[in-house]
């Protein structure tokens, strides 16, 4: 059905002359009116719209409505129903398919006085039915392209389906591994965490087409700071972590043009974010300039009840609206109270018109008001979801996203012929867990497994033993799944299949919904009782390749000292199977690199390589002191290092040079190194730059990642690498409360991890 233009695109610029008491009416005609800029377009709708309508287009409903059948006539859904029809809902989340998104959509734009369109919004995370790596995962490629082609595929999927809004990508630095939701990012580092979210924008957003969704930068901000990796738990940190570490993401993505943002469920400086004006004006809309809208996160809005911060809904809407935040999400609190709260003068209505102005800006530019079935095309829906490129394009990034954690007595690559390899582990032959959390239209069942991904090897011959369930605690909605936490029943057929095998795959981990929103963990061990399988196959036969099904980092230590190859396999998503037995195989010659630190120790968390230098860092301690900042049981390093990774090559590093050793305001240097690949396999090799800044205004981490490259090198050939070093580079949040670079000395180093130690140094002037 075509679309009929509204009427208030051709009235609204007189209703705007009479409104501001103006006298130039410039004429009408629509081809005229259709070349408007969009701010003249916004303001042209917001001039017609009443306050309740204002409220409603800054209000959020989750689905609600089983749109084959009738209309609903109580109850909530009856609410809702009725707000749809007034025109007071401006968004919808979790409704997808064409035919339900049409059907919600028709009554917007057809049944309301204004016809203003819905935007659809879902937790487009990481796929929308082929299912790419989770982020966290992705983020180990380093790989901005592949990241970005990811997003890409997530977002046409999405698009075809309906929808015009991902919750994504989730920028929050994460360095505590027990917060379930570090799956959902790109892991510990601020520097990278930018790459990857300007990457992620433009994926999703592209050219803003009908293959695009827009994106929403989250969760703003401090979010992944829960005391204890609790999720949802209270967050307390420093203004200078707030600005050096956890805001740059925040910062990249809407420089990169992210269209929206969602502020989060934590508190900061005791004020939830949700009606923290600090964050929401003050940084994203004043100083970054920023000019899409602020969604809440899930009733956030009421939350600031619980919190102690309002003492009603009503007072929760006032603070919410006064702090900057322009939708509600699912509380209610816009749509019920808003325009009361601005007829008493509580709420300005410049307030509420600013953030109108600013979703129906983003509906502008995402095209909804020229077409608002822009995506409700059934044959394009039929056409587009699955298509085979988009499995080529995650079985892609998931090959890239595996990392090689260890590689002894030559196991890996996997001889292609008369091999007898035993499987062992129930996530080695399941078809659901690599789907990760946040799956979406994905069904259960539908990616491949290892094991499938190993039977299209066929010189070996393969014999499968479960071993142990992967013991899960509650991890499903609404419902209580506690797995085989103690049955070992199965070792004794695990240990037979070991025996008689030349090489044991053993798939041990974590189950997909293990890690997510809501699935905190207090014990970062391979749950149940998969350790203990592990050991007990290892006294039958050590010849095993551990790979590693999770979705945070794991402490492993026992596997790490007696386990010869270890391969990190994540949740890859669809196509997870197909990339691990790839790379198992050498097919894929691995180049992951690990974007969080792994413990060995749930003592360590937060355990993060960027950390600062303490007044008793240890060194040079005498060793009978314990006067110094450690553990008495375990050493301070983590168990690998942010920035790991093994590759079936081996990379040497040298002849580090510096263009010069000092530089001042507005000039640079560069350094460079060659990298040599003196194996006889091609491979990649994450080059990464680390910087310290050695006496500051306030203290600066021990070094920070402040460049990388991801480079392709033959066999016996040397490339030379290298990186620029400017004064925009070494900017920092100082004492000054603001951005700038402080004159002095610094350090560089340059390898393949965050511990190498080839250095050099240099000075900046000013
Ligand atoms: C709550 C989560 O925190 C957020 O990330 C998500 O986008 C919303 N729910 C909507 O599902």
Redesign the pocket.
């Given at each position: 059905m075509k679309y009929k233009f509204p009427h208030y695109l051709f009235i609204a610029p007189l209703a705007i002359a009479l409104s501001c008491g103006g006298t130039k009416n410039t004429g009408i005609s629509s081809a005229k009116e259709e070349k408007l800029p969009i701010d003249r377009k916004v303001d042209s709708v917001l001039a017609l719209m009443t306050l309740e309508e204002k409220a409603g287009q800054m209000n959020q409903y989750n689905g609600f409505w089983e749109v084959t059948g009738p209309a609903p006539k109580d109850g909530a859904a009856a609410l809702k129903y009725d707000h749809l029809k007034k025109g007071w809902v401006g968004s919808m989340?979790?409704v997808k398919g064409v035919k339900d998104v049409r059907a919600l959509q028709k009554i917007a734009v057809e049944e309301t006085r204004l016809h203003i369109p819905l935007i659809f919004?879902f937790?487009v995370i990481h796929g929308y039915k082929t299912i790419s790596p989770i982020p966290l995962a992705e983020a180990a490629s380093w790989d901005l392209e592949a990241m970005q082609h990811s997003a890409e595929i997530a977002a046409a999927e999405a698009a075809a389906s309906g929808l015009n809004w991902t919750?994504a990508p989730?920028v929050d630095v994460s360095r505590d591994a027990r917060w379930g939701r570090v799956m959902?990012g790109a892991g510990e580092d601020p520097y990278l965490n930018s790459r990857i979210a300007e990457a992620r924008v433009k994926g999703f957003q592209g050219n803003l087409g009908e293959f695009s969704v827009a994106a929403?930068v989250?969760?703003f901000a401090g979010y992944s700071f829960a005391e204890a990796g609790r999720d949802y738990n209270t967050v307390d940190i420093s203004d200078n972590t707030l600005h050096n570490i956890i805001l740059p993401p925040f910062k990249a993505a809407s420089e990169a043009g992210a269209l929206t943002f969602?502020n989060?469920?934590n508190e900061l400086e005791g004020i939830p974010a949700t009606g923290n004006a600090y964050l929401q004006r003050d940084i994203l809309k004043d100083k970054w300039n920023f000019k899409g809208f602020v969604v809440s996160?899930?009733g956030s809005m009421g939350e600031m009840i619980s919190h102690g911060y309002a003492k009603d809904m009503k007072e929760a809407a006032m603070k919410a609206a006064n702090a900057g935040s322009d939708m509600d999400?699912e509380s209610y609190g816009f749509v019920t109270h808003l325009a009361a709260l601005v007829r008493e003068g509580k709420v300005s209505e410049a307030n509420v018109n600013d953030a109108v102005r600013r979703i129906l800006r983003v509906k502008f530019m995402m095209g909804l008001f020229d077409d608002p079935y822009k995506y409700c095309n059934e044959a394009r829906e039929q056409q587009t979801i699955g298509k085979k490129e988009f499995h080529d394009g995650v079985l892609d990034v998931a090959k890239k996203s595996i990392v090689l954690l260890k590689n002894e007595k030559n196991l890996l690559p996997l001889k292609k012929d008369g091999q007898k390899i035993a499987v062992i582990g129930a996530l080695a032959n399941d078809k659901t867990s690599p789907l990760g959390s946040w799956r979406i239209a994905a069904a259960d069942g539908t990616a491949v497994s290892v094991l499938e991904g190993l039977k299209k090897y066929t010189g070996n011959t393969l014999t499968y033993a479960k071993g142990a369930d992967v013991a899960v605690g509650t991890i499903a909605f609404g419902s209580e799944t506690h797995i085989n936490m103690t049955d070992k029943s199965g070792f004794a057929e695990a240990v037979t299949a070991a025996k008689s095998a030349d090489v044991i795959i053993m798939v041990l981990g974590e189950h997909g919904l293990q890690t997510g929103?809501g699935r905190s963990r207090a014990d970062l061990s391979l749950p149940g009782v998969q350790q203990e399988l592990l050991e007990t196959v290892y006294k039958a036969n050590p010849n095993i390749v551990l790979v590693l099904n999770n979705g945070r980092p794991l402490t492993i230590p026992w596997a790490a000292k007696n386990i010869p190859a270890i391969l990190e396999g994540w949740q890859l998503g669809t196509e997870a199977g197909n990339a691990i037995a790839q790379v198992l195989y050498g097919d894929y010659n691995p180049s992951g690199k690990l974007p969080m630190s792994f413990p060995k120790s749930i003592g360590q968390v937060p355990l993060y390589y960027n950390h600062k230098s303490t007044g008793r860092p240890g060194n040079g301690q005498p060793t009978e002191s314990v006067f110094w900042s450690h553990y008495i049981d375990i050493d301070n390093a983590p168990l690998y290092p942010f920035g790991y990774g093994l590759s079936y090559s081996k990379f040497e590093y040298s002849n580090l040079k510096m263009s010069s050793n000092s530089f001042s305001k507005d000039g640079k240097i560069t350094v460079s190194v060659d990298v040599k690949n003196i194996s006889g396999v091609e491979g990649k090799e994450v080059v990464q730059l680390y910087l310290q800044d050695l006496v500051a205004s306030v203290t600066r981490p021990v070094r920070e990642l402040k460049g990388f490259e991801l480079t392709a090198i033959r066999a016996g050939q040397s490339k030379t690498v290298t990186f620029t070093i400017d004064e925009k580079l070494i900017e920092f949040y100082t004492a000054n409360k603001k951005f700038e670079a402080e004159p002095g000395d610094f350090k560089l180093w340059i390898g393949g991890d965050s511990n190498t130690t080839m250095e050099a140094s240099f000075t900046y002037t000013n």
């Open positions: 989340l979790n919004g937790d919750f989730m959902e929403c989250k969760h969602m989060s469920f996160d899930w999400m929103e």
